[in-house]
């Protein structure tokens, strides 16, 4: 009967084990993601209107119709700059290059049709960096460019001293 104890209790330890590597998995980011809410010039939403993320990194173009309230939300897209095109019937195009996407993030990028023909384009730079008021999380992104001419050990561990607020802490 001690026996078999034993090997029930070892049997549950390899279960939560394996339960607590698989969560670790799991919870690995690479992608991030844009939402925002499409309007126009007098502040009333734009339901139907197609919006559009293109991207050198990623293949093809990714596009999303906003719903009656006017919201949009594409996720699933690799870190990168995008340029975003927003169309809708009886609006004048809108586009806005240079966004910058990164792991994890999810901005706010509102947009505002102006009435136009369709041949008509808006372009809009976005030069300030955006605030991604839908999160309290503090992340960081480690560059390539830090991880090669930052010197740094061999284990991951060694670059969380570049991630702001975060201790590398001995086990």
């Known amino acids: 009967m001690k026996g078999l104890n034993f090997f029930r209790n070892r049997a549950l330890w390899l279960v939560?084990?394996?339960?607590?590597l698989v969560v670790g998995a799991v919870a690995q980011e690479t992608t991030g993601g844009i939402q925002g809410t499409v309007k126009d010039p007098s502040g009333a939403v734009v339901s139907g209107a197609g919006v559009a993320v293109t991207s050198p990194n990623l293949v093809g173009t990714k596009t999303s119709p906003t719903d009656t309230s006017g919201n949009y939300r594409i996720v699933n897209l690799p870190?990168?700059?995008?340029?975003?095109?927003?169309?809708?019937?009886?609006?004048?195009?809108?586009?806005?290059?240079?966004?910058?996407?990164?792991?994890?993030?999810?901005?706010?990028?509102?947009?505002?049709?102006?009435?136009?023909?369709?041949?008509t384009i808006v372009e809009v730079s976005a030069e300030t960096p955006l605030v991604d008021v839908t999160t309290n999380v503090t992340q960081s992104n480690v560059t390539s460019d830090v991880i090669r001419d930052v010197p740094h050990g061999r284990s991951f561990q060694s670059v969380i001293q570049f991630a702001p607020a975060a201790r590398n802490e001995p086990q």
Not at 16 to 20: D, E, I, K, Q
Not at 91 to 104: H, I, M, P, Q
């Open 79 to 119: 870190p990168g700059i995008y340029t975003m095109t927003v169309t809708a019937k009886g609006f004048a195009t809108s586009k806005r290059d240079g966004l910058v996407l990164e792991v994890g993030h999810l901005p706010l990028v509102d947009f505002s049709l102006e009435v136009g023909g369709s041949g």
């Open 16 to 20: 939560v084990l394996a339960c607590t």
